[in-house]
C-alpha cells in the first residue's frame, strides 16, 4: 500500500508493507547514498555492501556537528551533488541526522527514509522535523524539511531488542492519550508479545499513528499551535534524556507521568486515568518512576527552546483522548518533578 500528502514543505510518499529488496522498484533515482546505523550494517550483513552508502554512529551523544560534517566530507568523496538522493536507513537519530544533513548539504538536497524501529516508524521518521543535539539541549539546531519518502519494511523489527520495543510503544501510548481513546482501550487488551506475534495487527497499529501524527503536522507543520501537543511527555522526557542517559521511550513514559499528576491539578484530571496510565506504561515494559535530579533538570528546562521568560507551554491532558496546552509558570513544573522524585524513590 502506498499514499502521498502535500505539505508546506515537500511532498511525502509514504509505501507500507514493502521489502528492502524492492527498494529500486519504487524509485525513480540511481544517483543515491544510503546514511545507515552501523547497528543495522552489522545486525544485516552484506545488507548495503552493494550500495553507495554511509555509517552513521547513532547515539544521541554523537549526534553533533562533528558528526554531521564528517558526513558531509565522506558526501564529498563519494561526488554527491544536487541530485544525489540521501537514504537514512536506521532509528530516529539516523533519520534526524540524515534529514538535516540533506537540507544543508549543497544548500539542499533530497532525501527519504527507511525506518528501522519501532519508535522511527510509528514517530521519529514522520513530521518533517530534523536536527542535532547541541551540548545539553536535544535537537537545539534543526530544519523542518519534508522527506521524498519513507519507506517502511517491518522486517527490521525481527531483530529489535526487547528495549527497543518498549520504547517504540512509549509513543504509541502518546498517541491513545492524546487522540485516540479507543487506541487507548486496544492497548490495555494486548501487549507486546501480542503485537509481536501478529504482523498484521502490528501493520495496522503503526499506519493508524503515521495517520495522526500526518493528521497534526498537515494542520500545523512548523509548530506554531495543534503540533505542540505532539510534546506530551517530552518537555520533562527529554531533559531526563539527556541528563540521565535512558532511552527516548523510558524517558519519555517518565515526562507522560509528570504531565498526568500535574493535569489532576490543573485540568481536573481524574486521578484514576492516571492510574490506568501508570498500569499501561508497566504492561509494556516502561517506567513509571526514574531516579532524577530535579535540580539539574529544571536547568535543561530553563533552556528550552520551547520556554518563554515565565515558564513553557505544557501539554496536559483532560482525559483520555483529549490533551490541552496550557502555561505552567516555572515554579510549577519545579514543584511537579520534586513530587516524582519523591515518589519514585519509596
Known sequence: MQYSLTFPTGTVRYIFQAGFGELKDYMDFDNYVMLVDSRIVELNNGLVSKHPHIIIHAHESRKTWAQVSDICEQLLQLKADRNTTL????????????????????????????????????????????????????????????PAFIFYD????????PE????????????????????????????????????????????????????????????????????????????????????????????????????EHETNLDPQVTERLKKLLQRYGLPVSLDIDTGKVM?????????????????????????????LPFPTITQALETYAHAGSH
Open 299 to 327: 536547568e535543561v528546562l530553563n533552556m528550552d527552546k520551547k520556554r518563554n521568560s515565565t515558564g513553557i507551554d505544557y501539554i496536559l491532558l483532560n482525559n483520555i483522548g483529549e490533551a490541552a496546552i496550557k502555561h
Open 87 to 146: 537514504i537514512g536507513i536506521g532509528g530516529g537519530i539516523t533519520t534526524d541526522i540524515t534529514g538535516f544533513v540533506a537540507s544543508i548539504y549543497m544548500r539542499g538536497v533530497p532525501f527519504g527514509f527507511i525506518p528501522t524501529t519501532l519508535l522511527a516508524m510509528c514517530d521519529a521518521a514522520i513530521g518533517g522535523k530534523n536536527g542535532i543535539n547541541h551540548q545539553l539541549q536535544k535537537n537545539l539546531i534543526g530544519t523542518v524539511q519534508q
Open 154 to 161: 517491518t522486517i527490521f523489527l525481527n531483530t529489535l531488542p
Open 164 to 263: 527497543q520495543w518498549s520504547n517504540g510503544f512509549a509513543e504509541i501510548i502518546k498517541y491513545a492519550c492524546l487522540f485516540d481513546r479507543a487506541l487507548f482501550d486496544e492497548l490495555e487488551q494486548n501487549d507486546i508479545t501480542h503485537y509481536r506475534n501478529h504482523p498484521e495487527t502490528l501493520q495496522l497499529l503503526i499506519e493508524r499513528c503515521v495517520d495522526w501524527k500526518n493528521n497534526v503536522v498537515m494542520s500545523d507543520e512548523k509548530e506554531s499551535g495543534r503540533r505542540k501537543l505532539l510534546n506530551f511527555g517530552h518537555t520533562a522526557g527529554h531533559a531526563i534524556e539527556t541528563l540521565h542517559q535512558v532511552p527516548h521511550g523510558y524517558a519519555v513514559a517518565a515526562g507522560m507521568m509528570i504531565a498526568a499528576k500535574i493535569s
